[in-house]
């Protein structure tokens, strides 16, 4: 189903609930107009729209999938003939949607099919959850309105609980500022073959405004609308941007290509909020602005019916397992954490930085990873998340400044998460990190001002899609980051993602950049290698 049909009590009762604890601080009546209205009321359904009154293509945007389990996977589309538009070219009505689940791309060999609704409150979104399918199996789906049918989209499911045999593929990508240059990474992440997965791991869009040519893309048949030549705030902002990342082709391609496990960052509300705390935006506000993003972010991905926002909050954080090989614990370490300390950026810790009770994760997600850690039957246990874990200096001598927006800035939570990894007996731990637009692979140390401590898993970050721009392989601070970071085997400053193949032996992961995208169609090439053997935490070059 597209929405269960208790969404409007529960959406509402968030509301009321949000109202009661907000009540002091005069966010309540913003953020209950935000979400306490509007939401469909399946006691009293509307008359569907004609989908013969549809005379555009509905499927501008594109189809994805997500969240794959052994039998079960999420697809998803949004129905827009006008993107750019608010309303998106469509009257304010339900429109019934059909799709089609097959084993080939002609759909000769139909495995499901059904109908499902998709509701102008969620902005014409569907998220279709066909279940009793087979594990570890490639299928084929699109949808369709009235004589309009979608692309075809490619999935597949995970193994079988107790399946360990063979391998798995992911690649991890993040940090798509559309304003910085062209999504070409993800077009050579569309051509990858037989990847299970592609882990997003943060800022999958960037709140500035977009100029008409689309910034550094200076596309002047782009043309696009002055409503998105400023920064997204309400929920008609979020939508739109939403709109504007899902046109483009390269990223639709990838979407259609794969399925996908997404986590976020800060961009897709505010860069560097903590959890109610802005960076920037009027605090009186922005529990309104976040919930608006949080809606919008539900809206636009392949989520499953539990990751539904409840008044401004989203529980993001979840558990997938592929078989026995691999178990994913997707964290979110933006909505729950504490907020930055010394002023936040780069600064010498200070007395508060250290506070033992200082979290970035929250004490509820802490235990739920613990736990699940302790149950892990899994050969790897890999944590896509959105910061830097491991200890990183830009400078040789002290004082040494830190990344206070990173788990630099919280060294507590960062003990108890490699206590909690030690005490749950996991050995092969693989941290998959975005957020800081460069790649880098690194041991992550038992103790990080001993170089010879022992390494109690690894840290694969990669760079960004396009923020930031082209980049360079050696960056200004290349060699002072090596010699100040000796648990770092590699770093690089281009645009791209990282594969990740693993097996009952071993982990391995290749960085592939392109080096331009402020113009499109730059090749890929694997800038480096690395391998970690099961059971022998640490990073070795191929």
């Known amino acids: ?55 555009k293509d509905p499927f501008t945007l594109g189809v994805a999938s997500g969240d794959p389990l052994p039998d079960s996977v999420v697809l998803w589309t949004r129905l827009a003939p006008d993107p750019y538009e608010p309303d998106s070219g469509l009257d304010r009505k339900p429109v019934a949607v059909t799709w089609e689940l097959a084993h080939d791309q002609r759909f000769k060999r139909k495995v499901r099919s059904g109908s499902t ?44 609980a107790g399946d360990a045999s063979g391998s798995l593929r992911f690649a991890a990508v993040s940090c798509q500022a559309y304003h910085d240059g062209y999504f070409t990474a993800l077009r050579h992440l569309a051509q990858e073959g037989d990847v299970d997965a592609v882990l997003h791991l943060g800022d999958y869009l960037y ?15 782009l043309e696009l609308p002055d409503r998105f030549n400023k920064e997204t705030v309400t929920l008609e902002d979020y939508r739109l941007r939403y709109s504007l990342y899902h046109r483009d082709p390269d990223l639709q391609a990838a979407h259609a290509a794969h399925p996908w496990i997404v986590t976020w960052d800060d961009h897709e509300v505010e860069n560097n909020y903590a959890d109610e705390i802005p960076d920037g935006s009027p ?96 050969v790897w246990n890999l944590v896509p998340q959105q910061t830097v874990l491991s200890r990183r200096r830009n400078r040789t ?19 108890r998460f490699l206590e909690a990894a030690r005490t749950a007996g996991v050995k092969n731990l693989a941290v998959l990190t975005g957020d800081v637009h460069v790649h880098y692979a690194m041991d992550i140390k038992e103790d990080f001002d001993d170089s010879g401590s022992r390494s109690v898993g690894v840290e694969l970050v990669t760079t960004s899609v396009a923020s930031g721009g082209d980049g360079v392989a050696k960056p200004g601070d290349w060699q002072t980051f090596l010699d100040a970071n000796p648990h770092m085997k590699f770093y690089d400053g281009r645009r791209g993602y990282v594969l990740l193949t693993l097996d009952q032996r071993q982990l391995r992961a290749d960085y592939r950049t392109v080096d331009v995208v402020t113009r499109p169609g730059a090749p890929v090439t694997t800038a480096a290698s690395f391998v970690s053997r099961a059971g022998d935490p640490g990073l070795q070059p191929l």
């Open 207 to 221: 709140e500035y405004a977009v100029d008409a040519h689309g910034g550094d893309r200076a596309d002047p048949s």
């Open 397 to 415: 001598t002290g004082p040494f400044p830190l990344s206070m927006d990173a788990w630099d800035g919280y060294p507590a939570a960062r003990r």
């Open 117 to 160: 609704t998709a509701h102008p409150e969620f902005h014409h979104s569907v998220h279709v959850v066909p279940e009793g399918l087979s594990p570890r199996t490639r299928y084929y789906y699109r949808f369709r309105v009235g004589s309009w049918t979608s692309p075809t989209g490619r999935t597949r499911t995970s193994p079988a």
């Open 283 to 378: 605090p009186e506000a922005f529990l309104a602005r976040r919930a608006a993003a949080y809606r919008a972010y539900y809206e636009n991905l392949p989520l499953r019916p539990p990751q539904q926002p409840s008044g401004s909050s989203l529980q993001l954080y979840r558990r997938l397992h592929f078989g026995k090989l691999a178990q994913l614990d997707i964290l979110d370490g933006r909505q729950h954490r504490d907020d930055q300390s010394a002023g936040d950026g780069w600064q010498v810790p200070t007395a508060e930085t250290g506070r033992p009770d200082r979290t970035m994760l929250g004490t509820t997600q802490e235990r739920w990873l613990e736990d699940g850690w302790k149950n892990s039957k899994a």
């Open 1 to 55: 189903m597209t929405q269960p049909s208790s969404a409007d009590s529960e959406y509402r009762a968030a509301a009321r609930k949000l109202c009661r604890r907000r009540l002091l601080t005069g966010t309540a009546a913003t953020v209950t107009l935000a979400l306490g209205t509007n939401l469909p009321r399946p006691a009293h359904a509307a008359a569907k729209l004609d989908p013969a009154r549809i005379n």
